[in-house]
C-alpha cells in the first residue's frame, strides 16, 4: 500500500484546513485509514482512524469535536477535516493504513505515507 497526503499548508490560529490521503496498490476499501502527527521535538502521535467500510471512527482526545476524518472508498481516499485549529496543532501529519483497525487503537499503524506540513499561527 502506498499512501500520499496533501493538503497541508499555513492557517491562522481558529481557522480550517483538509487534509486528503490517497491509496495506492490496492484498493483502499481493504485496509482502515488513520492519521497521526509529528510536533517539532515530540514523539508522533495518534490523531483519528477510520474503519474499512467507514462505520467506525476513533480521535484522540486533543482533537475530539474539532477534526473529522472520513473515506471515499470509490476515490481510494480519506480526508481529515479540522476546524478551530491552535497552535498546539501544529506539526507534520501523516497518513497511515492498517489491516485492522484495532491496530490504530494500539496507536500504530501497518503502512505509512510521507508527511505533509501543518502550520498554525497565532
Known amino acids: 500500500v502506498q499512501l500520499q497526503a496533501s493538503g497541508g499548508g499555513l492557517v491562522q490560529a481558529g481557522g480550517s484546513l483538509r487534509l486528503s490521503c490517497t491509496a495506492s496498490g490496492t484498493s483502499a476499501s481493504g485496509v482502515a485509514m488513520g492519521w497521526f502527527r509529528q510536533a517539532p521535538g515530540k514523539e508522533r502521535e495518534f490523531v483519528a482512524a477510520?474503519?474499512?467500510?467507514?462505520?467506525?471512527?476513533v480521535y484522540a482526545d486533543s482533537v475530539k469535536g474539532r477534526f473529522t476524518i472520513s473515506r471515499d472508498i470509490a476515490d481510494d481516499a480519506a480526508y481529515l477535516q479540522m476546524k478551530s485549529l491552535n497552535i498546539e496543532d501544529t506539526g507534520v501529519y501523516y497518513c497511515?493504513?492498517?489491516?485492522?483497525?484495532?491496530?490504530?487503537?494500539?496507536?500504530?499503524?501497518?503502512?505509512w505515507g510521507p508527511g505533509t506540513q501543518v502550520t498554525v499561527s497565532s
Open positions: 497511515a493504513a492498517s489491516e485492522r483497525f484495532s491496530t490504530f487503537y494500539a496507536r500504530s499503524s501497518d503502512y
Open positions: 477510520i474503519s474499512k467500510g467507514g462505520s467506525q471512527t
